[in-house]
């Protein structure tokens, strides 16, 4: 029924919302769903009368419950990689659809000890630590109750299995936070959001990934755990999508996301005024350089922080990224920035996500042709927005010589065929530009299908000849 499928989608929203930043709250498109929630057992309202709030999620158990099941329903809803490649390109103050399906990559790559270089490629800036031939896995930080630190590999999705023996699930390896993601809070004047990032920042927080504020400068964080010392490295990413331009190479582009990335530079805005309040900056450093078990801690100015960019869709990806690691050996060259940064920078190409197989490499494949589609309908529009509507001083004989004939039509790209109609429909606007508005013969390209579209240009095609001809008669009984 349609409660039931409303149902369904509010608990596959709450359940991934939660997981990605430790909201509770949630507000259901239909309001009965509200209803069915609670009566399930799966939130609650949080004050004495249901008018009061929100339904509350905030049972851990229920939550991982609810997310195996989802996972096991695969006639009734969306695969959790399907959900969040489905985000890609959507951006809303609660979260960014792009980030998302990274740290979901990213916890699949880093679930058990994986070399570095098979993820990232290190820009060869001269800076060798040797942390590209090193093994490291994801891993959450925090300070129990008694305020000793611990460190717990972070293994997610969940896997599970019924046993052959039992009947009963299995559950796989697990992890020590029931989120993967946390974004703090928003609160009165940020207070409560800049509080909650330095809190993840010096592990005060299970997650494993964080989402950070705007004003701090990378767009995730999330820490690994070298296999061979057992030290901790914190990674700061900044995400860049390009949906509608399969190119990221201005050099001042570059340099302005490495820059988010860089310790020295968070919290301080392009224009480097400080943002947030005055000992903030203050405070991360001293939670970054007193971090427990931190990558070479002896180190002068050094952070433990390894920078790094990933640009998508995936098309020119390798390319993109050699540019960026170019960009990155210029700047840490470049004889006017003294001190040098000492933090090592990658970048992530996208091959090397996509040999991880499975589920990643298909919503890699699926994202990648939904950004071309979206880029060629760009084009497509800005072509329709050249031609589709009276341009000034332009003559028919400025056209005449752009038509093709009939004999060409079949060389024709889908391009060409919707640039031949655009003009056929600027002819009409010139025929009828002194008799008030166009009853347009030849349609529209956009929304119309490759064979529609070349249908309509032989029609059309077919309705100038005769009209050049019916002129040509005009002129000869004259």
Same mark, same amino acid.
């Given at each position: 029924?349609?409660?039931?499928? $409303?149902?369904?989608?509010?608990?596959?929203?709450?359940?991934?919302?939660?997981?990605?930043?430790?909201?509770?709250?949630?507000?259901?498109?239909?309001?009965?769903?509200?209803?069915?929630?609670?009566?399930?057992?799966?939130?609650?309202?949080?004050?004495?009368?249901?008018?009061?709030?929100?339904?509350?999620?905030?049972?851990?158990?229920?939550?991982?419950?609810?997310?195996? &099941?989802?996972?096991?329903?695969?006639?009734?809803?969306?695969?959790?990689?399907?959900?969040?490649?489905?985000?890609?390109?959507?951006?809303?103050?609660?979260?960014?659809?792009?980030?998302?399906?990274?740290?979901?990559?990213?916890?699949?790559?880093?679930?058990?000890?994986?070399?570095?270089?098979?993820?990232?490629?290190?820009?060869?800036?001269?800076?060798?630590?040797?942390?590209?031939?090193?093994?490291?896995?994801?891993?959450?930080?925090?300070?129990?109750?008694?305020?000793?630190?611990?460190? $717990?590999?972070?293994?997610?999705?969940?896997?599970?299995?019924?046993?052959?023996?039992?009947?009963?699930?299995?559950?796989?390896?697990?992890?020590?936070?029931?989120?993967?993601?946390?974004?703090?809070?928003?609160?009165?004047?940020?207070?409560?959001?800049?509080?909650?990032?330095?809190? &993840?920042?010096?592990?005060?927080?299970?997650?494993?990934?964080?989402?950070?504020?705007?004003?701090?400068?990378?767009?995730?964080?999330?820490?690994?755990?070298?296999?061979?010392?057992?030290?901790?490295?914190?990674?700061?990413?900044?995400?860049?999508?390009?949906?509608?331009?399969?190119?990221?190479? $201005?050099?001042?582009?570059?340099?302005?996301?490495?820059?988010?990335?860089?310790?020295?530079?968070?919290?301080?805005?392009?224009?480097?005024?400080?943002?947030?309040?005055?000992?903030?900056?203050?405070?991360?450093?001293?939670?970054?350089?007193?971090?427990?078990?931190?990558?070479?801690?002896?180190?002068?100015?050094?952070?433990?922080?390894?920078?790094?960019?990933?640009?998508?869709?995936?098309?020119?990806?390798?390319?993109?990224?050699?540019?960026?690691?170019?960009?990155?050996?210029?700047?840490?060259?470049?004889?006017?920035?003294?001190?040098?940064?000492?933090?090592?920078?990658?970048?992530?190409?996208?091959?090397?996500?996509?040999?991880?197989?499975?589920?990643?490499?298909?919503?890699?494949?699926?994202?990648?042709?939904?950004?071309?589609?979206?880029?060629?309908?760009?084009?497509?529009?800005?072509?329709?927005?050249? &031609?589709?509507?009276?341009?000034?001083?332009?003559?028919?004989?400025?056209?005449?010589?752009?038509?093709?004939?009939?004999?060409?039509?079949?060389?024709?790209?889908?391009?060409?065929?919707?640039?031949?109609?655009?003009?056929?429909?600027?002819?009409?606007?010139?025929?009828?530009?002194?008799?008030?508005?166009?009853?347009?013969?030849?349609?529209?390209?956009?929304?119309?299908?490759?064979?529609?579209?070349?249908?309509?240009?032989?029609?059309?095609?077919?309705?100038?000849?005769?009209?050049?001809?019916?002129?040509?008669?005009?002129?000869?009984?004259?």
């Amino acid at each position: 029924s349609t409660i039931k499928y $409303a149902l369904m989608d509010s608990v596959q929203s709450m359940t991934y919302e939660r997981l990605m930043s430790g909201n509770l709250d949630f507000s259901a498109t239909i309001k009965v769903t509200n209803y069915g929630l609670v009566e399930c057992g799966f939130a609650r309202f949080p004050g004495s009368k249901i008018e009061d709030g929100k339904p509350l999620l905030d049972e851990p158990l229920a939550y991982l419950a609810a997310d195996i &099941w989802l996972n096991s329903q695969e006639d009734l809803c969306k695969k959790r990689y399907d959900y969040f490649s489905e985000q890609i390109g959507r951006h809303s103050p609660v979260g960014n659809g792009l980030e998302r399906y990274t740290a979901l990559i990213l916890a699949e790559a880093f679930r058990d000890f994986t070399q570095l270089s098979h993820i990232f490629d290190f820009a060869d800036t001269g800076i060798d630590r040797g942390l590209a031939g090193q093994r490291a896995r994801l891993v959450s930080c925090w300070h129990d109750s008694s305020g000793y630190f611990r460190v $717990a590999p972070s293994q997610y999705p969940i896997e599970t299995k019924f046993s052959e023996y039992s009947g009963y699930l299995e559950l796989g390896p697990s992890s020590p936070s029931h989120l993967l993601g946390y974004k703090a809070p928003k609160g009165k004047g940020d207070y409560r959001e800049y509080e909650g990032n330095l809190q &993840w920042l010096a592990g005060w927080h299970k997650a494993p990934f964080l989402f950070p504020m705007e004003q701090l400068g990378p767009d995730i964080m999330f820490r690994l755990q070298l296999e061979n010392t057992g030290e901790i490295i914190t990674v700061a990413l900044q995400v860049k999508h390009r949906a509608t331009s399969l190119d990221f190479s $201005a050099e001042t582009d570059i340099k302005q996301a490495i820059r988010t990335v860089t310790p020295q530079y968070f919290w301080i805005d392009s224009n480097g005024n400080a943002k947030g309040p005055n000992n903030l900056l203050k405070r991360t450093v001293y939670a970054l350089r007193h971090f427990p078990r931190r990558f070479n801690q002896q180190e002068a100015r050094y952070d433990s922080v390894l920078r790094g960019l990933f640009v998508f869709p995936a098309q020119h990806n390798s390319t993109t990224c050699e540019r960026v690691k170019d960009v990155a050996v210029t700047l840490y060259q470049d004889s006017n920035q003294q001190p040098k940064d000492p933090h090592d920078i990658c970048v992530i190409p996208i091959y090397k996500l996509l040999k991880l197989g499975g589920p990643i490499e298909r919503g890699l494949e699926f994202a990648l042709r939904k950004a071309i589609q979206q880029s060629r309908l760009k084009e497509e529009e800005q072509l329709y927005d050249d &031609w589709g509507v009276i341009i000034p001083g332009l003559q028919k004989a400025d056209i005449l010589p752009l038509l093709k004939n009939e004999s060409e039509l079949e060389k024709l790209k889908s391009k060409d065929v919707t640039y031949q109609l655009l003009l056929h429909r600027q002819l009409e606007t010139i025929r009828h530009r002194c008799s008030g508005p166009v009853a347009y013969l030849t349609p529209h390209p956009k929304g119309l299908k490759k064979a529609d579209r070349f249908l309509a240009l032989r029609e059309a095609l077919g309705r100038h000849k005769k009209i050049e001809e019916s002129i040509r008669e005009r002129r000869r009984d004259y």
